[in-house]
T-cell receptor
Framework: NAGVMQNPRHLVRRRGQEARLRCSPM?????VYWYRQLPEEGLKFMVY????????ESGMPKERFSAEFPKEGPSILRIQQVVRGDSAAYFC?????????????FGEGSWLTVV | GQSLEQPSEVTAVEGAIVQINCTYQ??????LSWYQQHDGGAPTFLSY????GLEETGRFSSFLSRSDSYGYLLLQELQMKDSASYFC????????????FGRGTQLTVWP
């Protein structure tokens, strides 16, 4: 049973370019979360999605960042006009519909470097 | 706001026991979780306490006291492979899956 799949694992972008990060949840999971981790820091919540719905985006920066989870295909985190401060590890996590334990399962992460 | 405090680093030798404490200041927290993260890897779920008391899973145990806003992770019979960062995380019942993470405790196990 495959875990949470993220790609690309590593991505290098020049300032001003766009970054697209993809996430396929575990089989049977319909809830997807995106977290960002800066070096030597904990993970910071960005957004929580279900199929075709954004449930909670209170952790998303107001500009340049967007996320979607379409009916078909992976969830996408999109960062437009990247800046150096966007360099971080972006982790996707998923959980089943009945998540009574607040347990979420993380992917291996996408490491974005902005040069 | 939500904040969780944990020590930045802990060291121990193989075979020893280590306790990583976590205190939190928040309202409405719905249990405390612990995650392990090796360098460059995915955070991996270790344990979850919804209620007060001790939860044991093999060599790892976790404790929660909601009245004290305090919990800990206990690692026994330490092995070299346990060297990693350990994060406590709290969630609120109204936003399942939205976890607030501490800054992590770097555990180094020496031979």
């Amino acid at each position: 049973n495959a875990g949470v799949m993220q790609n690309p694992r590593h991505l290098v972008r020049r300032r001003g370019q766009e970054a697209r990060l993809r996430c396929s949840p575990m089989k049977g999971h319909s809830h997807v979360y995106w977290y960002r981790q800066l070096p030597e820091e904990g993970l910071k919540f960005m957004v929580y999605l279900q199929k075709e719905n954004i449930i909670d985006e209170s952790g998303m920066p107001k500009e340049r960042f967007s996320a979607e989870f379409p009916k078909e295909g992976p969830s996408i985190l999109r960062i437009q006009q990247v800046v150096r401060g966007d360099s971080a590890a972006y982790f996707c996590a998923s959980s089943p519909p009945q998540n009574s334990g607040n347990t979420i399962y993380f992917g291996e992460g996408s490491w974005l470097t902005v040069v | 706001g939500q904040s969780l405090e944990q020590p930045s680093e802990v060291t121990a030798v193989e075979g020893a026991i280590v306790q990583i404490n976590c205190t939190y200041q928040t309202s409405g927290f719905y249990g405390l979780s612990w995650y392990q993260q090796h360098d460059g890897g995915a955070p991996t779920f270790l344990s979850y306490n919804a209620l007060d008391g001790l939860e044991e899973t093999g060599r790892f145990s976790s404790f929660l006291s909601r009245s004290d806003s305090y919990g800990y992770l206990l690692l026994q019979e330490l092995q070299m492979k346990d060297s990693a960062s350990y994060f406590c995380a709290g969630g609120r019942g109204s936003t399942l899956g939205r976890l607030y993470f501490g800054r992590g405790t770097q555990l180094t196990v020496w031979p």
